[in-house]
């Protein structure tokens, strides 16, 4: 299973910016994906969650980014979508695409966001 993620890059505190991820594999068909969605990590930070959907309808957001990001998924293109609100310089990070297909994790190669404040 391959990820590539699109968007992110910089924004100003109070603005938005979105990240698009896609699944893929070299059958072209992705069954079973039991969870997708965006993690993030900080310098110096561990990694932490951002929002994932499980079962394609299950959504969970971090404490941290409840009320601001919204994240939508679409499991028929394998594509999960986060929109991020309200943007604050703590949200400033490297953004990792997420799936688990058939139990197994897979992550992208990671997007960086940087709000500037």
């Known amino acids: 299973v391959q990820l590539q993620a699109s968007g992110g890059g910089s924004a100003q505190a109070g603005g938005s910016l979105g990240l698009s991820c896609t699944a893929s594999?070299?059958?072209?068909?992705?069954?079973?994906?039991?969870?997708m969605g965006w993690y993030r990590q900080a310098p110096g930070k561990q990694r932490e969650l951002v929002a994932t959907?499980?079962?394609?309808?299950?959504?969970t957001y971090g404490d941290s980014v409840k009320g601001r990001f919204t994240v939508s998924g679409n499991v028929d293109k394998n594509t999960v979508s986060l929109q991020m609100n309200s943007l604050i310089a703590e949200d400033t990070a490297v953004y990792y695409c997420?799936?688990?297909?058939?139990?197994?994790?897979?992550w992208g190669r990671g997007t960086q966001v940087t709000v500037s404040s």
């Open positions: 959907i499980t079962g394609g309808e299950y959504i």
């Open positions: 594999t070299t059958s072209g068909t992705l069954f079973d994906v039991n969870r």
């Open positions: 997420n799936f688990v297909v058939s139990l197994v994790e897979y």
